[in-house]
């Protein structure tokens, strides 16, 4: 009897370490986009996209429960990632014209009398930022959705291991959110421009890799293949800014 | 139903402000799905080519934008 408790033990615990390490791999990925996402656009739609998703997610497993393991996963993802390789690389075009003088910088003071004048409109104070939300509604998605595929894979292991994989979910889940009330602080101290730059990185760097995990393409290195495309689209965003920087107007007139 | 097209728009601005980049992007990702995994000498490099024809049309859309916009300027 004490060997079976033992034994019952030490799969619960297995179970919670395996789901909470795969977890925060995930949490951390869109924890890094959410923190990026918000910082530029603002908190409020930011969590409400991640938690909407969240919300979702929470909803799709309670009412699916272990059909989901039946949903069409790779079709999913590939949905969702063209979605955010789309929004991504639109983001990315934008920051690099912007940073190449193509289109105006955004200008600090002209936002604060903006924001200040709309604050005097009561309507306004409720509106959200609609391109925070989507930003950080599907990264969420898409992170959550492989969480609840480990949350159920890794307690198919043998009955009653499914509230262990859960709690490890759950467990990497607090974790990271903790993580990002530290790290959010910090974060506000990056120059605008220069945040919503790494966050058109970003966006496109996750963008690809999930659009090639989901039409079923080879990534070298599986996961860590998502560090080569930041450095990747980083290195090609700033030849993009040095091709596109406005050249002086002598050099532009001479040669028009 | 003024605001189901208002709603429609908004959300198709979300994704696509220049309608050659998205639709060339589209394009590309269709294409790589459809082809790449019927040439098994490409399999390691699925992910790569993915990625470089996506930065190749990154570059090509910003420099003909940034082209137009130096010939707008100064015609």
């Known amino acids: ?256 | 139903m003024r605001w189901l097209k208002t709603v429609c728009k908004e959300v198709y601005g979300l994704f696509v402000d220049d309608g050659g980049f998205a639709s060339a992007i589209l394009a590309w990702v269709a294409l790589v799905k459809l082809v790449l995994p019927r040439i098994p000498l490409l399999r390691a490099w699925q992910g790569v080519v993915l990625f470089v024809g996506l930065v190749a049309i990154l570059l090509a859309s910003a420099v003909r934008f940034s082209r137009r916009n130096t010939i707008d300027r100064h015609p």
């Open chain 1, 1 to 256: 009897m004490a060997i079976h408790w033992a034994h019952a033990g030490s799969s619960f615990l297995a179970t919670f370490v395996a789901s909470f390490l795969a977890s925060l791999v995930e949490c951390v990925e869109a924890l890094t986009v959410v923190l990026a996402v918000g910082s530029v656009r603002g908190w409020s739609g930011a969590l409400s996209g991640a938690s909407t998703a969240i919300a979702l997610l929470l909803a799709m497993v309670v009412v699916l429960g272990r059909t989901l393991t039946h949903l069409p996963l790779h079709a999913l993802q590939f949905f969702v990632g063209v979605l955010l390789l789309l929004f991504g690389l639109r983001w990315l075009r934008k920051a690099v014209l912007r940073a190449a003088g193509q289109i105006p910088l955004h200008d600090e003071q002209a936002v604060f009398t903006r924001s200040k004048a709309s604050l005097q409109r009561p309507d306004d104070r409720r509106r959200w930022d609609r391109i925070a939300f989507a930003g950080a509604f599907q990264i969420t998605m898409l992170e959550g959705i492989e969480i609840v595929f480990i949350v159920v894979a890794v307690s198919a292991g043998g009955p009653g291991l499914l509230p262990a994989a859960g709690l490890g979910a759950l467990a990497a889940l607090v974790l990271v959110i903790l993580l990002g009330l530290a790290l959010h602080r910090p974060l506000a101290a990056v120059p605008e421009n220069t945040l919503k730059f790494a966050v058109g990185v970003l966006l496109s760097a996750f963008g690809t890799f999930w659009t090639g995990e989901g039409a079923g393409l080879y990534w070298p290195g599986a996961d860590w293949s998502l560090a080569g495309l930041v450095a990747g689209y980083f290195m090609v965003a700033l030849v993009s800014v040095a091709l596109c920087r406005k050249r002086p107007l002598s050099s532009a007139m001479e040669s028009h």
